[in-house]
C-alpha cells in the first residue's frame, strides 16, 4: 500500500485543458520495495518526478504546436510527463522515459485521467547503454540539466539514439549546465537556437530560463 499523497492540478496547455495527480509535496516518500534504492534515488530525490515544475509546462507549451508529423520522439528525465501527455493527445509517434520507479505509474494514470490511450514508456537510465531502443527524430525534456555531470551523459544518449537529421529540445531553468551539453551537441553536428522565457510569474529581466532548440541536417547525398 502506498504511503505518499497525492494532488490534482488543472493546467492550461495550448488551447487544451490537462488534469493531473501529482505528489501533494516535496516531503513524500515511498519505497516499500526498495526499487528506489536499487536505482540510486534518495529520500531527498525521490519526490522531484512527481511535481508540476515551470519547466515542464515551458516544454510542454512548445511541444503543443510544434511540428511533429511524422517524427518518432522521445522524452527523457519525463517526470510526469506532461509534454507526452500533450504529444499523445495529437496523435503523435511519443515514447515517455525516465529511471523513477513511478513514473510510468503516475503516467498512465495521468492518461487515464485526460481520457487518452496510455502512453509508451521505457525504463532509461542515462549512464547504461540501451541497444534495444533504437533511434528518434527528436528528443525533448525539461529540466534534465540540473547536475553538471547530466549534460555529458545525455550527450552520449543521444549519440545512441538520434537519426543522422535530427532535432532536440530542452527547456532549462537556468542552472548552469546548458552550455556544457551545448558544446557537447555542437561536437556530434548540433547547432542550436536559444530563447530566454519567462518560467515563474516573478522573473525578471534578463531571464535565467532557456528554451534550447538543437537541430542536425543529415549529410547531403551524393
Not at 90 to 117: M, V, Y
Not at 132 to 147: A, M, Q
Not at 174 to 192: C, D, E, I, K, W
Not at 207 to 213: D, E, I, T, V, Y
Request: glycine residues 8%; hydrophobic residues 45%; aromatic residues 8%.
Amino acid at each position: 500500500m502506498s504511503t505518499y499523497l497525492t494532488r490534482r492540478i488543472e493546467l492550461r496547455i495550448g488551447e487544451l485543458d490537462f488534469s493531473l495527480d501529482a505528489l501533494q509535496d516535496l516531503q513524500q516518500f515511498d519505497d516499500a520495495d526498495g526499487a528506489a534504492a536499487r536505482a540510486g534515488i534518495s529520500s531527498a530525490l525521490w519526490p522531484l518526478f512527481g511535481q508540476a515544475w515551470p519547466a515542464g509546462s515551458v516544454l510542454a507549451n512548445y511541444m503543443a504546436d510544434f511540428e511533429v508529423g511524422g517524427m518518432r520522439i522521445l522524452e527523457i528525465g519525463c517526470g510526469l510527463a506532461l509534454s507526452s501527455l500533450v504529444l499523445q493527445q495529437r496523435g503523435a509517434d511519443i515514447t515517455a522515459s525516465d529511471h523513477h520507479p513511478l513514473a510510468e505509474a503516475f503516467l498512465q494514470r495521468n492518461a487515464r485521467l485526460n481520457q487518452l490511450a496510455l502512453v509508451p514508456y521505457q525504463d532509461l537510465p542515462w549512464e547504461i547503454a540501451n541497444h534495444t531502443l533504437g533511434r528518434f527524430d527528436l528528443i525533448i525534456g525539461s529540466d534534465v540539466l540540473y547536475e553538471r555531470g547530466h549534460a555529458a551523459g545525455i550527450a552520449a544518449l543521444v549519440q545512441q539514439h538520434s537519426q543522422p537529421s535530427m532535432q532536440i529540445v530542452i527547456s532549462d531553468p537556468g542552472r548552469g549546465n546548458s552550455n556544457h551539453f551545448s558544446r557537447a551537441l555542437a561536437l556530434q553536428g548540433f547547432r542550436v537556437d536559444e530563447q530566454r522565457l519567462r518560467f515563474n510569474a516573478s522573473d525578471s529581466l534578463p531571464f535565467k530560463g532557456r528554451l534550447l532548440h538543437y537541430r542536425r541536417d543529415a549529410p547531403a547525398t551524393a
